[in-house]
């Protein structure tokens, strides 16, 4: 219990620890962060508890996604706003000239150095503390990837830029060397992370909100579940195989059987049975716990991400059984089987195979409909729980 992804809104001026602190007071003293922010900086922190902090170097790996303020004419020691001006330029950058810069020279695969003040070890202690004591460091140079870059503002030598980097790259390196190309000199005037994979700040929660921290995660069900999800629509032979797996899987595991469907079809298709009468198919098979959602305006534009971490806060899932094809999510922002890891070691995830049947390789909810518009309908019975009259 108490195993949770928690996004958080880290605030500006203190340290990550410190924001991390809201969730070991009110969650989970087990807890840990993926990504330090610097203490100028605001924005998404993911903090991983209990068994999720295993997982901490998977979200290492992931994509992050950067507001970045860069202010031209000046350069600072720490290349952020705490720092002491150690050089100035007089030199106007213009948009133009700064939009070739960032497409011919800040795009791909690219070396970086990383700056001084960092927390990057030299023989066992930190960058910043050897500068601090008036040692000479050398930071050699690394590869990092810049996927994307988009000026989102410019004015009075002052640039927002929402950059797309990957693991290891350091935002205020970018702006002393984009400057630099400008003929001038910069730093990181004000930073807020965005995104982590598939991750958005706007679903996380400010780390000074305590109150949702002492609600929102203190309701997790103390049953174990192996879960799975879908519209069964038609309760196929296909539906019957997943959710007969589900069974089976939380019962070799010493864990409960949890059923997730929706209400109606979230693509607005006919259904193909009353949803008593799905509910009544469903429960042949005894599952521990049948949840049925409300297909609405609301749920059908949240992120992948946002409906996993809302069943993670609801329910103690330790493995999930699914087809191929599987997505739930927004179609904009969805979670995919490949996405998965990130909440599930691989054991956990069991991927069935495709169930086929009247010539065809895999038995879906559109076949079957096709099937009974051409009123082929003892056709469509043999392949469903429920005959149609």
Known sequence: MKD??????????????????????HVNKKAGHTGTLDKFASGLLIAL?????????????LKKTYLATIEFGKETDTLDPEGEVIATSDTVVNKSDLEHVLKTNFSGTIKQTPPLYSALKVNGKRSSDRIRNGEEVNLPERDITIYSSEIVSFENNIAVIRFTVSRGTYIRSLARDIALLLNSRGYLKKLVREKIGIFDLNDSIKDSDYD??????QNQSSDEYIMCIGVFDAMHIGHQALISKTVKTAKDRGCKSLVLTFDKSPKNRESIMTLDDKIACISSFNPHRIEVLKWDEKLSSISGARFMLSLQKKYNIKGIVLGKDFSVGSKDNPVTINELNLFFNDKDIICIEDVGGNGVDRVSSSYIQSLIKEGKTKEASSLMFKQIP
Not at 14 to 20: E, G, P, R, V, Y
Not at 49 to 61: C, L, M, P
Request: aromatic share 18%; proline share 0%; glycine share 4%.
């Open 4 to 25: 949770f992804i928690v996004l958080l809104n880290k605030s500006e001026g203190i340290t990550s620890a410190a924001s991390l602190s809201c969730v070991k007071r």
């Open 49 to 61: 508890t209990g068994r999720y902090t295993k997982f901490t170097e998977k979200f290492f790996n």
């Open 212 to 217: 949702i921290f002492k609600t929102e995660y």
